[in-house]
């Protein structure tokens, strides 16, 4: 047995004085103390502190222009030497003005309810000062209804009182619900509680051990079992020996109490007293609430070990406990939630409450309601009790590998990777979730930011502009805000992850450097050059557009428009067409053009321009978050980004997607005859771009460069090898997550 092993027990009785005589355990239990007897002691203090021979007199005046209540209210009130009592004609009193201990009442008549009255005073009013005053107007108000509709007193209070309904719930048991509810809540937090303070403090100190290496000379004397299960039962202990410390305290609070004591209160704790007062069910409740919390802290303890034991600093010892904490933290709230004395427990719910870790809160919060059964009771603790030798045993090899840094050797065979090639893996890795963390925290910001400004810009704007602007207007002008703050604050996080030159890493390839024949800013490009790309590049996104809306959109069912929803027309005011045409065309190719070209591909040209035109096109596409746009943009992506590669200017991009949603703008706020001559002028640049294109095409080096712009290659070993480890990155995976069902909702409103 482990628990004969003289050194076990030399580590166990060290661990608990080392824990002990830590001074922040006494801090706390000092506080704690403190805390306890003043709790229990309150009313006794607030009782000897209390100054009976002068008590507080408030005044009251009453503003009772009608003569309704003040004669019969100065009447019932005499009694009372707390209150002066007198008539005003007008409340002048301000928050300045008005006395301490000084009420004033406005009476106004009121049909329905016979008065009604404003009680108003410069802070809140004792209640035992407040509630007399409220009954005597209860009382009145009553009197006045009884004479008005001619029936009793007695009557009208009756009608006045709450239906007293008798609850019976056959196939529950409901007696004392109220009680079982809140005992539930209670012990719940209360495990959850204990789950986390014994969690931290096993991470931490196992964390600790580790970096001093003082673990290594003890496993050299006691194996690793030996030492697990002295730090999982030291622990126990530990928590133990603080809950008797709690009820020593308690007790210590009531002595004093009954040695201090002022007030009449018999405080004494008799077996026949606590069995008159609680039920079986909660005696029952407490009992399975110790057994399954000792159980299942044991098996967590045997888990945070391990978890622990394989991290590299107490930091990282911290962040271990999450996932853990995580599953109590569900586990806490699914009791609050799916537990209730007033409904029948699914079948599902019994099936969960067996699982070991869980059974600790559902088991016992089905007891208290009384819907636990014994074959559930037997199977859930055969279960735990079973898991924690399994766990055990499986876990303490891990732990001791952990402890001393070991790895598992595997059997060399040709397939084992080299040094260098570990090496380029691990680099691979690191820089890979580095980029995932940096785009996922991009799109959280993002998304995160129209969020909050969206609520908070909702009800400011609506306040600030909704007697000088419409309701669209004001829509369109938070769509603005919101574009210019979310992009903006995600392309300064990603601003501030990009280095200034090329980093030389291990993407910095032979492969890589293939396509980065165009790299940024490489191609010095004529005032004219320019306006003929810009041209070409029209033609060919119009020409995109006509075949997506005619040919495939119809059959996708995606020809749905979503400039619809801004809701502005020919008709509409001059204000709502500039403020459309910015919010459709000026802000988007400003702001998403210096955040998912410049930002964008500046920060992944590092993995090579065919990595960074198409991730940042397919980001550009999801974050559209419908498939109509999104697939649009999706290709748009590619050809901004081309052209962004090839020429290094923003603002050729900028000027393209201005061209492209300002056409869309017009097309909503024109007339008829202005939409056409519109439609004439784009066709006239459309024809001159296409003949561009027509020649570029026919000329040999400029159809090279065309090639070569996008010549994208995709090798997917480089994706397994290399791109695969971005979705490492739990940011990365998040964000995804929230793209996905941010999109589904999106496409649900606009279908």
């Known amino acids: 047995m482990l628990v004969n092993n003289n050194k076990v027990k030399e580590i166990i009785k060290f661990s608990l004085y080392k824990n002990i005589q830590n001074k922040w355990f006494i801090v706390f239990n000092i506080m704690t103390l403190i805390g306890i007897v003043l709790i229990v002691n309150w009313g006794n203090l607030t009782s000897l502190l209390k100054l009976k021979d002068r008590e507080k007199v408030l005044s009251i005046a009453m503003v009772d222009e009608s003569n309704l209540i003040y004669e019969s209210f100065a009447n019932d009130m005499s009694g009372d030497s707390r209150y002066v009592i007198n008539r005003i004609e007008n409340n002048d009193y301000t928050a300045d003005t008005i006395p301490d201990d000084f009420v004033v009442i406005e009476v106004q008549k009121d049909e329905e309810e016979a008065f009604g009255v404003s009680i108003i005073s410069k802070e809140g009013i004792s209640i035992d000062y407040y509630n007399p005053i409220k009954d005597s107007l209860f009382k009145i108000r009553n009197t006045l209804l009884a004479k008005k509709y001619h029936v009793s007193n007695d009557s009208l209070e009756i009608l006045q009182r709450d239906l007293t309904v008798n609850r019976i719930m056959l196939s529950v048991e409901a007696d ?32 600790s051990e580790k970096q001093s290496k003082s673990t290594e000379y003890v496993l050299t004397t006691v194996s690793a079992k030996e030492y697990l299960f002295a730090k999982i039962f030291s622990n126990i202990a530990w928590l133990t020996l603080q809950g008797l410390f709690i009820l020593a305290y308690y007790f210590i609070a009531a002595l004093v109490l009954n040695v201090t004591k002022s007030i009449d209160m018999d405080f004494s704790l008799t077996a026949s007293m606590v069995s008159s007062s609680i039920s079986s069910d909660i005696v029952y409740y407490i009992l399975a609430l110790i057994v399954y919390n000792v159980l299942n802290l044991i098996l967590l303890c045997i888990i945070q070990a391990t978890l622990a034991a394989k991290t590299s600093s107490t930091a990282e010892a911290g962040n271990s406990m999450s996932l853990l904490l995580l599953i109590m933290m569900i586990a806490y709230f699914s009791t609050i939630y799916f537990l209730s004395p007033y409904e029948k427990v699914s079948v599902l719910l019994y099936v969960i409450s067996c699982i070991p870790l869980l059974s600790a809160y559902f088991v016992p919060g089905m007891m208290v309601i009384g819907q636990a059964n014994v074959i559930q009771i037997l199977i859930s603790l055969i279960v735990l009790i079973v898991a924690i030798p399994l766990t055990f045993n499986y876990c303490s090899k891990i732990f001791k590998n952990g402890i001393l840094d070991y790895t598992k050797v595997r059997r060399k065979d040709k397939n084992v990777k080299s040094k260098e090639e570990k090496r380029k893996e691990f680099l691979n890795k690191r820089e890979m979730k580095n980029f995932g963390f940096v785009i996922g925290v991009a799109i959280i910001i993002y998304v995160g930011a129209q969020t909050l400004l969206s609520l908070v810009g909702n009800l400011t704007l609506s306040t600030l502009l909704g007697n000088v602007l419409s309701e669209t207007e004001i829509t369109m002008i938070l769509q603005i805000l919101l574009q210019i703050v979310s992009l903006g604050l995600a392309t300064i996080f990603v601003s501030s992850y990009t280095s200034k030159k090329v980093a030389n890493n291990v993407f910095d390839t032979e492969e890589n450097r293939s396509i980065n024949v165009l790299g940024i800013a490489r191609h010095k490009m004529s005032l004219k050059g320019k306006v003929k790309l810009v041209l070409v590049a029209l033609f060919l996104v119009f020409s995109l557009q006509l075949i997506l809306s005619l040919l495939l959109y119809p059959l996708l069912g995606l020809d749905y428009d979503t400039t619809d929803l801004f809701h502005v027309n020919a008709s509409s005011s001059l204000l709502s067409k500039i403020v459309l045409v910015i919010a459709l065309a000026v802000t988007p190719a400003i702001f998403e053009e210096l955040f998912f070209r410049k930002t964008m591909i500046s920060f992944s040209n590092r993995y090579g321009d065919t990595f960074a035109l198409l991730f940042s096109a397919l980001l550009f596409g999801m974050l559209h978050m419908n498939l109509s746009q999104g697939l649009f943009a999706f290709v748009m992506g590619l050809l901004f980004g081309a052209i962004y590669l090839y020429s290094g200017d923003i603002k050729l991009t900028m000027i393209i997607h201005f061209l492209n949603n300002g056409f869309a703008a017009l097309e909503l706020v024109l007339p008829e005859i202005g939409v056409m001559s519109a439609v004439a002028t784009l066709l006239i640049f459309l024809t001159i771009g296409f003949v561009l294109l027509i020649k570029m095409i ?39 997550i929230l793209i996905f069902f941010m999109s589904i909702i999106t496409e649900k409103v606009l279908r």
């Open 176 to 207: 004392d619900s109220n009680t079982k509810e809140i005992i539930k809540l209670l012990s719940s937090a209360l495990t959850y509680i204990i789950t986390v303070f014994i969690f931290s403090k096993m991470a931490n100190e196992i964390a």
């Open 698 to 736: 026919i000329n040999k080096e400029t159809r090279e460069k065309i090639i070569t712009i996008f010549k994208i290659k995709v090798n997917m070993n480089s994706f397994r090898e290399k791109y695969k480890y971005i979705f490492a990155d739990y940011s990365f995976d998040v964000s995804l």
